[in-house]
Nanobody
């Protein structure tokens, strides 16, 4: 069983920063298994569709949604089974529930995985 737990959300003023963390746990995470997952951060604002914010692939590629380029940075620590989202210069329109997602592009122990965390609220307001 695989579980993702996000943390680091909260209330911040416009222009401020937050760092989100997403820790993966489960009995499949032995050795370097976590490094084989593509990790993504999504967000969903009230009344809006969920959107992909940032991706860190197993190959080491990072991708960002246009509105967060230059402000957000996704990183990962495979030794800690954790992915991060550093968010700087936050704007009110960044307010949303942020969720992480882990997808295995290849079979791991005979299975493909597509796992979601429960989400963490980020509110940007003065």
């Amino acid at each position: 069983q695989v579980q993702l737990v996000e943390s680091g959300g909260g209330l911040v003023q416009p222009g401020g920063s937050l760092r989100l963390s997403c820790a993966a746990s489960g009995n499949i995470f032995t050795g370097n298994i976590f490094s084989r997952f593509n990790m993504r951060w999504y967000r969903q604002a009230p009344g809006k569709q969920r959107e992909l914010v940032a991706t860190f692939t197993s190959a080491g590629t990072t991708l960002y949604e246009d509105s967060v380029k230059g402000r957000f940075t996704i990183s990962r620590d495979n030794a800690k089974n954790t992915v991060y989202l550093q968010m700087n210069s936050l704007k009110p329109e960044d307010t949303a529930v942020y969720s992480c997602n882990a997808i295995s592009p290849t079979l791991i122990a005979g299975k493909f995985y597509d796992v979601w965390g429960q989400g963490t609220q980020v509110t940007v307001s003065s």
